[in-house]
């Protein structure tokens, strides 16, 4: 059989940096659904996001950017692909994803001599790539061969067809990318009005900046050599020094209660959500450096609840909240402190609630919460099911030998747990499904449902299968009719999870090595496989003569998926018929 493996975490950075490191892989995780569903504007924005909170220079960083190179050759902009591969080789020159990406990106824009020189890196990295070798005889080919001039229709050459890739001048690439520099700078920014030395200037830096970023932002902009201290004014007019991103953080929210009181009191509405945050720069003969240790104070960084809440709130709720600040008007706390519901009074609270909902800014904030309501409910009831499975798992683990691992259950444990515990395996089962049901009525297209009711519902006729060799009379035939219902229902719903994938997606051919072979696609066809393979080893142990059949259609799955030939021809060796223990034998299956 062949098995998915997930790779443990290495060790994380502490304090507020994890917070943002754990924030930016939950946002690409959300970026990575959105693309495998076709929705690219979706996929685009949620990893904007996850690599600005990444740590630039990152492994998290380089796999965001080069996905984000994957979007934009869906969306045909290969000049903004180039880019963003170029900024995920600048941190890993090696990383083969990237070239390769890039190398697709010079192919679109005919500079075969470009990919051909990116795919002959990636194939150094990994001479063992046939897929990337036959792709470098390819480009190989085109790189040599002259180009050919358009003719026009009418005049024995046709007008249908692919269009000569259009040519763009050194003009015409700044501008482009200084178009993406303006698409970026929509996204969160901070303003800084720094002023030194009697000079004021305007720096806009991204929200995942370090202090060390804006010291250098400011000795860029001035001209400054030396070290520099950064200072502004609080609410009540004292000078405060920066020296961490915690101190940004304070110096954000004392200049966003600045703004709504100035606000209040010209009677009008803030002119920005992000405040200017107004700095003074002074020549310094000491150096601040930003260090794990003053990102954060200690006693934060020891309370992983206070980081999480700090990133984990969504923008449409922290907008929702600053409208509904707004309309309660004197009522709320001019200071910008927090509300207090109990001294504002509950009344006027619900009276305000109501306005607020009303309003025509609300709606677009309240299609965003519904959508946001949308994918918790589904996730959270679908969570409830897993702790069910969860269950069902210690039962069975518990039955097995001590020095299991967990990875996989053996065969020994499984039939212990079926003998002992199948009453309350089957009720956790029927509860489990009932909770992935529920997930995929509130959201049908909520593919991570099927797959693991299809995972359950294999697992389970592995259990029925092993009760069915402790049994007889009737009871053997109740065991393996159950058997080989939970196998068909497990293959129908990894049919049901393919069907919820975009058509680019589910219509992407996969070979071994190749980019999307960790893809959702590539999981559902394994596990399609795996339920084929152990399905004609239950075949040949009841004596079925078309246990081959199950087999045949196993290796086909390993294959479409893109798992190693090795792999295949090892679960053939495995198999309990003994019909290719030797090697030959399976190799030839697996080739087939």
Known sequence: MVTVTKKKNAGMPSGEIAAFTKKSQQLKLEA?????????????????????????????????????????LKLQQPLLAVQECDNALDAQSDFKPAL?????????????????????????????????RGRLDKLKSLAEKPKREARPAGLGGSGIGRQPAQKFTKEQIAAMRAELLRQ???????????????????????????????????KSEFGIEKYVAVKYRDFDGDFVTITS????????????????????????????AIPVIHVTAFASDVEFVETPENVQPQELQENDEINEDVIEIDEWLLSFAALFRRSLG?????????????????DKCCEVLEQTVGMPEAQGLLVAATEKFQEAAATAIFNWGNTYACNARRIIDSCGPSEDDGASSSDEALAAAAKKHMAALDADYEAACERFAAALEIKPTYFEAPITWGQQAFERGKLYHHLSRQVEGGEKSKAERITDEMFALAIIKYQDAMGMLSPEERDVVLTEKCEDSNGVKAQILILWGNVLYEQ?????????????????????????????????????????????????????????
């Open 330 to 346: 004197d009522a709320a706390p001019k200071d910008g402190s927090q509300l207090e519901l109990r001294t504002v009074g509950l």
């Open 184 to 218: 970026q700078q929509q996204s969160t920014m901070f303003t800084f009005d720094v002023t030194c030395e009697g000079e004021v200037k305007s720096i806009k830096l991204p929200v995942q900046l370090r202090y060390s970023d804006l010291v250098n932002a400011i």
């Open 245 to 272: 991103r915690m101190d940004l953080r304070t110096a954000l929210t004392n200049f966003a209660a600045v703004a709504e009181r100035e606000a209040k009191e010209k009677n009008e509405k803030p002119e920005s």
């Open 100 to 132: 390769l990406r890039r190398a697709t990106a010079y192919e679109k824009l005919e500079k075969y001599a470009e990919a051909k020189a990116d795919v002959e890196r990636a194939l150094a990295s990994d001479p063992s790539d046939e897929t990337v």
């Open 536 to 592: 004609s080893q239950v075949k040949h142990t009841r004596g079925d003569k078309n246990w081959r059949d199950d087999s045949v259609a196993a290796v086909a799955k390993f294959n479409e998926a893109g798992c190693a030939k090795q792999d295949i021809v090892r679960a053939l060796m495995n198999h309990s018929s003994g019909e290719w223990k030797e090697e030959a034998e399976a190799v030839k299956t697996a080739n087939a």
């Open 32 to 72: 990575d659904v959105l693309f495998a569903k076709g929705d690219q504007g979706g996929a685009l924005s949620k990893y904007q996001k996850a690599q600005e909170l990444a740590l630039r220079g990152s492994s998290e960083f380089v796999s965001i950017a080069t996905n984000k190179a994957a979007v934009y």
